[in-house]
């Protein structure tokens, strides 16, 4: 075979594995994110699991390309090539659909493992097992594009997801393409790992050069280079995971905003190891160390939680560090000979810098501290790289610091006033106190991340007050003034503070869908609403959508679905299968009443879109009311019967839903949030 070709065969090889290997991250993400509320921590610990896999799949590429001969390489990974395609295709069964009692993160974990492990363990394992192999072929120098090659591939499977894949195709699509997509890879990796083991023996000399000017191919990384292969990746997964958590959390609730700090972090990766050229010590080192102390300043300052200056603050922040910390990564590379060992310690700080922030931090940590903590680091690692120059050296430390100055003053500006704060996997919830309005009336405060989700006033006469998105002219306040005289029955999807209990009467039943124990446990600690309505109050704790297909026909006046103003849209609470299951338990006449409010998203046109095509009626209630505690809202309601939603103080409320060009009805298997962006 011409060497055009085998290089064309390598390329295709690598390229193939890295871009399946970032499509199939958010198209599995998609399909399990119902089952999990749509919280924004199941991509979190997604990206653990890809991580830590990716680590396996390294450590499996260095260790059987130091203990196997090729032949033996080629019988074993081809027959693990194989033994994969048993997993195929990629859709996840229901048997993994939680119950509500399990721990979320180990469950996603085991899913993970019990759907994608083998395909994905193998997809890791191509990009530095056959850049070993490229290593011992006469074109070996060029070794380090190949992983410039994977990680350009990763960007564009990412980037290909949200704006070309999503929108045109349905999950059961992706989930058929992707997996017969799999099947190319399996035959091209097969046929490489075959050419290989029959014409490159894997004991032959490696030509490939490393970066420094003063080693050798042969010069035996010492303990502070493997240190220093571990650190700097670790910091770079580090920051991407907590400057995602804190864009996502403390600055705007928009959703899938981590496609961009990953394909920041990912384009880092690309252009450090492309060539010598684009990573410049002049440049951005000074630029790292600007985006470090103005990342710190921005924890505490207004400037970090306004979206207009924290989204460019924190994106050019990551990019800038990112460059460094994988430009100076990419600096130390060894010869050819340690290449599978560099790639295993780069795989081992990325999934330890990923398992402190996806799964240590939310156990250890009150609030979204770990970016603080992450710019410190960054500044010491800097330190220790700058450990024979004195000024370098100095400098560092006066910036570590600077951001661990600022990290305190952010902790301290939490906690002051806050009367609870604790966090969980589904986010950070806190309490606190404030005044309200000329009187200085007393309330109390519900915020999950930058989201209030209610308030409460503290004086006995107004504690039974409703507040907050939940006043008599809001669209849920009239659905339920509207029910019929009778004992109401009405359930709530999501339950904040538990400000709609102050609408219960005596013998009315409220019936409340909720993912996050704290929630239930805050709102019983914090606030009264629930322990002063006179209605009977009944828990559900979990997915409201698992919830509902398993109970029996609940009979429900109203429903209100009030889970659409926080980080994570779950979408699979507003599509056309969801619409079909909430009037499953409604009574005739009965009303639901899906919460809209949101600054980002246009969720009222997907509603109607649904409720249109099922013969369902819409009236959508926008609410401006002029008493103080009470917050602008939009709410759409949705009935079998037109009456109920046209007459009365609903029908003199009601207003003309805006229409989105294009915008087809929702389903389960087709969705897609980028095309109701406001």
Same mark, same amino acid.
């Given at each position: ?365 009150? +609030? #979204? &501290?770990?970016?603080?903590? %992450?710019?410190? *680091?960054?500044?010491?690692? !800097?330190?220790?790289?700058? @450990? /024979? ?78 507040? +907050? #998105? &939940?006043?008599?002219?809001? %669209?849920?306040? *009239?659905?339920?003034?509207? !029910?019929?005289?009778?004992? @109401? /029955? ?189």
């Amino acid at each position: 075979m011409k060497p055009a070709y085998v290089k064309a065969l390598f390329a295709g090889t690598i390229f193939t594995s890295a871009f399946l290997l970032f499509l199939v991250q958010p198209l599995i993400a998609k399909q399990i994110l119902p089952w999990f509320g749509g919280s924004a921590a199941v991509w979190s610990v997604c990206m653990v699991f890809f991580q830590v896999v990716l680590l396996a799949g390294y450590a499996y590429s260095d260790w059987i390309t130091r203990r196997l001969g090729s032949r033996t390489q080629a019988r074993l990974h081809v027959a693990l090539l194989l033994a994969s395609l048993a997993f195929l295709p990629i859709v996840t069964s229901e048997r993994w659909k939680p119950t509500g009692a399990e721990d979320p993160t180990l469950w996603i974990l085991g899913l993970l493992v019990g759907t994608i492990g083998l395909p994905y363990f193998l997809l890791s394992t191509t990009g530095p097992l056959v850049q070993s192999w490229v290593a011992r072929t006469p074109w070996g120098a060029q070794v380090y594009r190949y992983f410039s090659l994977s990680n350009l591939a990763s960007l564009v499977s990412l980037l290909s997801y949200p704006v070309l894949i999503e929108p045109h195709s349905s999950l059961w699509q992706q989930a058929w393409g992707w997996s017969a997509a799999y099947g190319v890879f399996v035959l091209l990796c097969a046929g490489t790992t075959l050419y290989v083991s029959r014409h490159w023996a894997t004991d032959a000399t490696p030509v490939v050069a490393p970066r420094q000017a003063d080693a050798t191919p042969a010069a035996r990384p010492r303990a502070a280079d493997h240190l220093m292969w571990l650190a700097l990746p670790a910091l770079g997964s580090w920051l991407l995971l907590a400057i995602t958590n804190h864009i996502t959390q403390n600055v705007a609730a928009i959703p899938f905003l981590w496609v961009l700090p990953l394909s920041v972090y990912l384009l880092t990766f690309v252009l450090t190891f492309e060539s010598d050229r684009w990573y410049r010590r002049p440049v951005f080192v000074p630029l790292a160390a600007a985006m470090l102390a103005l990342c710190a300043f921005g924890l505490q300052h207004s400037l970090g939680s306004d979206l207009r200056t924290a989204l460019p603050i924190y994106i050019v922040g990551l990019f800038a560090l990112c460059m460094f910390l994988h430009g100076e990564m990419a600096r130390l590379r060894p010869g050819g000979a340690y290449l599978t060992r560099f790639y295993l310690m780069l795989s081992l700080g990325g999934a330890l810098g990923g398992v402190s922030v996806g799964l240590v931090a939310p156990h250890v940590l009150p +609030a #979204y &501290y770990e970016l603080g903590v %992450g710019l410190v *680091l960054c500044a010491l690692i !800097a330190a220790v790289l700058w @450990r /024979r120059r004195r000024i370098g050296m100095a400098a560092s430390l006066a910036l570590a610091g600077a951001c661990a100055w600022f990290l305190a003053l952010q902790v301290e500006d939490d906690s002051t006033g806050a009367r609870r704060m604790q966090r969980n996997f589904y986010g950070t919830l806190v309490t606190l106190d404030a005044e309200r309005g000329a009187a200085g009336d007393r309330v109390r405060q519900m915020f999950h991340g930058s989201v209030k989700h209610g308030e409460q006033y503290l004086a006995p006469s107004r504690r039974r007050e409703p507040t +907050a #998105y &939940y006043g008599p002219s809001s %669209g849920v306040g *009239l659905a339920i003034a509207a !029910a019929p005289a009778t004992p @109401r /029955r009405v359930g709530l999807i999501g339950l904040g503070a538990g400000t709609l209990a102050t609408y219960g009467r005596p013998g009315d039943i409220y019936r409340v869908y909720e993912i996050n124990p704290q929630v239930f446990e805050l709102a019983d600690s914090e606030f009264s609403f629930l322990a002063d309505s006179p209605a009977r109050i009944e828990r559900v704790l979990g997915d409201a959508r698992l919830a509902l297909e398993r109970e029996s026909p609940q009979a429900f006046d109203v429903l209100a679905v009030d889970a659409f103003s926080g980080d994570s849209v779950p979408v699979h609470l507003i599509t056309s299968e969801a619409m079909a299951l909430y009037f499953r338990h409604m009574r005739p006449g009965g009303i639901v009443a899906f919460h809209v409010t949101n600054r980002f998203l246009a969720l009222a046109p997907v509603v109607e879109k649904i409720a249109l095509a099922q013969g369902l009626h819409v009236a959508l209630v926008h609410d401006e009311p002029s008493a103080e505690g009470l917050r602008n809202t939009d709410w759409v309601l949705v009935s079998r019967e037109p009456g109920r939603l046209a007459e009365g103080a609903i029908g003199q409320a009601s207003s003309r839903i805006q229409q989105i060009a294009g915008l087809e009805p929702w389903t389960d298997d087709a969705n897609n949030l980028f095309g109701v962006l406001k």
